[in-house]
């Protein structure tokens, strides 16, 4: 491979794919232009001063491209009110329709605005859920009648020089894909690649691809897939990305920064959109924060050949030992730091999961509770849960049974074979991987100082397979900003992107903040990677024109009644087009239908219908109840 994959320049080093630019109105996207930042409005798109007030807010706050939903012609129409009144503010910005189901609506929207979205599994298609068995005839002949309803939207764009996205959604993909290709990342790029063929057929190539999903996984593999298809066709069209209904607040940002920082860790994607369930100018600044990642890196020159020695396109856990339960099919471990504490008290302990009663003389445990403390250099003189392992320096180390020891591989060459100890390896350092080979009962923990982490993460696992070397890895990272959203978005996608790939079988992260905020963050990465469930997960949509409840609200509400029933999924969806297709593995989904009025799904079958709003949140509780999924919350 000598640094070359199929689907990105390098993957020992930092290097953005090359695509051809594509215009939107006056920005110009992949390239050799930055990635550009997008965000879509909430606002009813028939609500002409409240889209234009709500677009400057997010110009101003450095939307470069603004996206408004089109669901029908009367707000295809709508456009070229919002777009002069725009224009009479003195913003040039511009801007995209987002169609769902109606053609006729995105032909309406070329005349005024520089771009239309376009979603393949329903633009032309169907989506009933159904299972057809198609020939080879019948769906050619489905291909020949989406042709038909797409080709006038891409003649129109190409004679007035409008821009499109094809923007494959994972939980939209037609009856029509999911019977020949299932709900996978294979099914996703085909899907894109039917259209884009019709595009290139009609000489029309102004173009940008996403292949958006709520799980990072299939996310991640989907545009990985899409890249690799377009290298083997010639292809080079720039990439939006995205991870739908990320939710909103730590995990929302969490989520975001996983899906779209694994793809941008190895150069991929030329635009991205920041989907919080919140107002649509706080997505802008995130998006920023996690780009700010990758200015000015530079690509490391490396002669060193590898063989890729796992699939990115799908999700295979690295084989290992286990080391003191650790590796081999356990879940990732999460690892709290106490080394820097004057003193230890039973109390330093509620940051990370554990809360002592002084009355009771015992331990509480909550769900997001560290399975390991390093001490450094530190004792404590209490008893401590048995669920937790304590780890001290091994100078520091006096055979006590309670403690693990830490050592240092450039400075411990010598470790007893019959105990086991967790191995310190500063990767900026030249380290003989032969020699770990002699460590049978040891945990490797890996750290470096590079700023662009993953190449170097990535070149030590793939040292350890060519050796065939089966040790437990843990990550240790640190940060030293002190801003807390930075902090979250540069972990998420430094320890991403290597989890989704199957590596890793812990986390270790430090820095200039809580312990509580890094328990926490340890624990999201885990839960946004799906190698560790710890708690509820919330596939929920931002807010658009579409949607029919205040979704921040509901959300709200869901997750205080909610949020104890540890690895469940719920979808809450402001409207059908986000409905049960776009929660895709949700296990319960809250629709809204119209106005005031709620489906409740259970996974992708609806089960009540028209609920009124007021009483939709008890009855979704009833809901899982009568599935057996229903726990009370504890007593505080």
Same mark, same amino acid.
């Given at each position: %491979? ?9 993957? @020992? ?38 889209? $234009? ?110 821009? %499109? ?27 894109? %690649? ?11 190539y102004d173009l940008v691809i996403s292949m958006k999903a709520s799980n990072t996984l299939v996310m991640v593999q989907a545009y990985r897939l899409l890249v ?204 003989? $991987? ?91 990465? @885990?839960?946004?990677?799906r190698t560790r469930i710890s708690k509820t997960e919330y596939i929920s949509c931002p807010s658009c024109g579409r949607t029919l409840f205040d979704l921040q ?19 809450? %969806? ?63």
């Amino acid at each position: %491979m000598a640094g070359q994959s199929l689907y990105c320049i390098n993957l @020992l080093s930092y290097e953005r794919f090359p695509t051809r630019e594509v215009m939107i109105g006056n920005v110009g996207v992949g390239g050799k232009n930055p990635v550009r930042v997008q965000s879509m409005t909430t606002a009813d798109t028939m609500n002409t001063q409240e889209s $234009i007030d709500e677009s400057i807010r997010m110009i101003d706050a450095g939307c470069e491209i603004v996206r408004l939903t089109a669901p029908s012609k009367k707000e295809a129409e709508n456009l070229k009110r919002i777009k002069q009144g725009l224009l009479d503010r003195g913003y040039s910005t511009p801007l995209v329709a987002d169609i769902h189901f109606t053609p006729n609506a995105a032909e309406i929207a070329a005349d005024y605005i520089e771009k239309v979205r376009i979603n393949p599994g329903n633009y032309a298609d169907k989506k009933k859920f159904e299972e057809i068995d198609y020939t080879d005839n019948s769906y050619q002949q489905e291909l020949i009648r989406i042709e038909q309803k797409f080709t006038p939207l891409v003649l129109k764009c190409k004679e007035l020089k409008r821009s %499109m996205r094809i923007g494959t959604n994972h939980g939209s993909l037609s009856d029509r894909i999911l019977s020949r290709y299932g709900d996978t990342p294979e099914g996703m790029v085909q899907s894109a %690649m039917e259209f884009i063929h019709i595009c290139e057929k009609n000489d029309y190539y102004d173009l940008v691809i996403s292949m958006k999903a709520s799980n990072t996984l299939v996310m991640v593999q989907a545009y990985r897939l899409l890249v690799a298809r377009m290298i083997e066709n010639g292809q080079n069209y720039p990439l939006h990305l995205g991870v739908t209904e990320a939710g909103d607040g730590e995990d929302g940002r969490i989520k975001s920064a996983v899906g779209i920082g694994a793809l941008l860790e190895d150069g991929l994607g030329d635009t991205i959109r920041v989907s919080l369930t919140e107002n649509s100018e706080h997505e802008i600044p995130v998006a920023k924060k996690l780009l700010e990642k990758f200015e000015g890196i530079e690509s490391e020159c490396t002669t060193e050949a590898f063989s890729l020695t796992y699939s990115p396109y799908s999700y295979t856990r690295r084989k290992t030992l286990e080391i003191a339960n650790i590796g081999c099919g356990h879940v990732p471990v999460v690892v709290a730091d106490l080394s820097k504490k004057e003193s230890i008290t039973p109390a330093n302990f509620f940051g990370f999961g554990y809360s002592y009663s002084v009355q009771l003389d015992k331990w509480n445990l909550m769900d997001l509770a560290a399975d390991i403390v390093y001490l450094g250099k530190q004792s404590i003189d209490f008893e401590v849960p048995g669920t937790v392992r304590l780890l001290k320096d091994f100078d520091n180390w006096n055979n006590d049974p309670k403690y693990t020891p830490l050592i240092s591989f450039t400075q411990k060459d010598e470790i007893d074979p019959t105990i086991v100890h967790f191995i310190s390896i500063d990767l900026d350092e030249v380290i003989a $991987i032969e020699e770990l080979a002699n460590r049978p009962n040891a945990v490797f923990i890996i750290e470096t100082s590079k700023r662009h982490k993953t190449p170097v993460f990535r070149k030590f696992r793939l040292k350890l397979d060519k050796k065939n070397i089966k040790n437990p890895v843990v990550f240790k990272t640190n940060y030293t900003t002190s801003d807390e959203e930075t902090f979250q978005l540069h972990s998420s996608s430094d320890l991403g992107i290597h989890l989704i790939d199957g590596f890793g079988d812990g986390v270790w992260i430090t820095g200039n903040h809580s312990l509580n905020l890094i328990n926490s963050l340890s624990f999201g990465i @885990l839960q946004a990677t799906r190698t560790r469930i710890s708690k509820t997960e919330y596939i929920s949509c931002p807010s658009c024109g579409r949607t029919l409840f205040d979704l921040q609200e509901t959300t709200a509400r869901i997750r205080a009644k909610t949020a104890h029933l540890k690895g469940i999924k719920i979808g809450i %969806m402001g409207c059908i087009v986000n409905g049960p297709g776009e929660m895709a593995d949700a296990d319960y989904g809250y629709v809204g239908t119209g106005p005031g009025k709620i489906n409740l799904y259970k996974e992708k079958t609806v089960v009540r219908k028209n609920v009124p709003e007021e009483e939709a949140v008890q009855a979704l509780i009833e809901l899982i109840a009568e599935h057996g999924d229903w726990i009370e919350p504890k007593e505080e």
